[in-house]
């Protein structure tokens, strides 16, 4: 059984760094994408982050600069965010894709099939 279990979430100021955690368990797969979301009231769910299976990474435009996504291992994914914003505040998910038959770049992943319960991260001026 798959599961994702999101850490690392707070309430910090303008300017602060929060740094997510991911612990993803019971997947296999050699080619594949993991992703964060986030979620805000009224508002669609967005990517924010994005790392596929040969390492390369995607990043939403507003988190240029700001936001890192990095994997430990195959059992962890990271996303720091750094010069946090208050429109950076929502749920932030991580999810991984189903297993891809071959390679899938992160700019381009889809179908995440397994996700976690989430994590909020809230941002004050």
């Known amino acids: 059984q798959v599961q994702l279990v999101e850490s690392g979430g707070g309430s910090v100021q303008a300017g602060g760094t929060l740094r997510l955690s991911c612990l993803v368990s019971?997947?296999?797969?050699?080619?594949?994408?993991m992703g964060w979301f986030r979620q805000t009231p009224g508002k669609e769910r967005e990517r924010v982050a994005a790392?596929?299976?040969?390492?390369?990474t995607w990043i939403v435009d507003s988190g240029w600069g700001r936001f890192s996504i990095s994997p430990r291992d195959k059992n962890f994914v990271d996303l720091e965010m750094n010069d946090l914003r208050p429109e950076d505040t929502g749920m932030y998910y991580c999810?991984?894709?189903?297993?891809?038959?071959?390679?899938?770049?992160?700019?381009?992943?889809?179908?995440?099939?397994?996700w976690g319960q989430g994590t909020q991260v809230t941002v004050s001026s």
């Open positions: 999810a991984v894709t189903r297993p891809y038959v071959s390679y899938v770049h992160a700019g381009v992943c889809s179908e995440f099939e397994y």
């Open positions: 019971g997947y296999s797969a050699t080619h594949y994408c």
């Open positions: 790392v596929d299976s040969g390492g390369e």
